[in-house]
């Protein structure tokens, strides 16, 4: 019996743990061929063999040349391109007082520019065919703040905006846009964090839940999303653990 996705072509952006690594395995158990990006080739390739074969790109979307040339390598190697998931994100928690700016900027070039360089890339790749699919992982901070969390919720709410601009611009030419909004999920990204008051404050909640998200969910929410049929554009999906408040 044929899978939902044979025939297509999925590009997963920081592919190479959590949410990333688990949607590009659930894009290709439903029948896609892979290519899969981030910046830790050896964790890519033991991904590649779980899958049983991707094309593995090594990236860091912060370098615009390098998204680019993501993009190229991924259409090169597969031929097409018809999933684009912007996965690859840094989380970087705190007060504003006393924050290092750099640390905005980072947010800012991964989660936002890395994410509409990409798309930009593979856009004209997708409309050429004349259908695409275009999934950004936002976050619930894409639609609420928090008082450690403005920088962080500021990329977000960036993400969402460029989605529904997208969507609106793209939706006569055949491509779909998907923001995913998550909540608490355990990943590596609440390691990034460097203020420490913080970084004890988000571990204690996420411990104190008696079940959090996992990759797994997320990359549930996704194949739903673009395994529905050409005339349904799933436009956000926020997916919270059962008892995430805010």
Known sequence: MASLLDGKVALVTGASSGIGEATALALARNGAKLAIAARRKDRLEAL????????????????????????????????????????????????????DTNEWRRMFDINVLGLMIATHAALPIMKARGSGHVVNISSVAGRFTSAVGAAYSATKFAVEAFSEGLRKQESKNGIRVTAIEPGAVVTELQLHTTHAATRQMIDDWIAGMKGPLQGEDIAAAIVYAVTQPAHVNVNQILIRPSEQEN
């Open 48 to 99: 590649a063999a779980k899958i049983g074969g991707a094309c593995v790109i090594q990236a860091d979307v912060a370098v615009e040349e390098q998204a680019r040339a993501m993009v190229r390598r991924a259409h090169e190697a597969l031929g097409r391109i018809d999933i684009l998931v912007n996965n690859a994100g840094v989380m970087l928690l705190g007060p504003i007082d006393g924050a």
